[in-house]
């Protein structure tokens, strides 16, 4: 298998594994990352939001308002520019935090039985290199597309 079809799988099983352990709590396994960064990054923008999580602007879109519609974040309008949505956690998305933590950390235990504390190391260094890389392409990309 190629490396872009390992990550995939991995990505399908992680979404199916959240998918289920979300389920009696209103979220998806797509979905819980804007709740992360809601409660993290409080009145962030939805431009703000899209770039911190790499997606584009009218998924980000959809999927705030599917949140807003199940509780779990509210919108404001920024005072000094009316053009900007500042995203809130409810109180809904910071009592489940906890949870959704919880299942990540599930997860990472999972994928990771089989590895010593070294090889998750190397691990999370080959990682960080590939996310660079990705990421300074989307940057790229991104800022090429809105210009």
């Known amino acids: 298998m190629k490396i872009n079809k390992k990550i995939s799988v991995l990505e399908r099983c992680a979404i199916d594994y959240r998918n289920k352990r979300f389920s009696n709590i209103g979220l998806t396994g797509s979905n819980y ?11 962030i923008s939805q431009e703000d939001l899209a770039k911190r999580i790499y997606v584009n602007k009218s998924n980000v879109a959809r999927n705030l308002k599917t949140l807003q519609k199940d509780g779990f974040i509210y919108k404001e ?3 000094t520019d009316k ?11 910071l009592n489940v935090l ?3 933590k919880e299942v990540i950390s599930d997860w990472n ?8 504390n070294d090889t998750i190391n ?3 260094k080959i990682l960080e ?7 300074e392409y989307f940057n790229k990309e991104y800022i090429e597309e809105n210009n």
Do not use: Q, S
């Not at 990352?33 to 009145?43: L, T």
């Not at 290199?129 to 990421?135: D, K």
């Open 33 to 43: 990352y804007y709740v992360i960064c809601v409660c993290k990054n409080p009145g």
């Open 77 to 79: 309008i920024n005072e």
């Open 83 to 93: 053009r900007i949505n500042m995203i809130f956690p409810t109180n809904k998305a």
């Open 98 to 100: 906890p949870k959704i």
């Open 109 to 116: 235990n999972i994928i990771l039985k089989e590895l010593d």
């Open 122 to 124: 190397n691990l999370e």
């Open 129 to 135: 290199v590939l996310v660079g890389n990705a990421t």
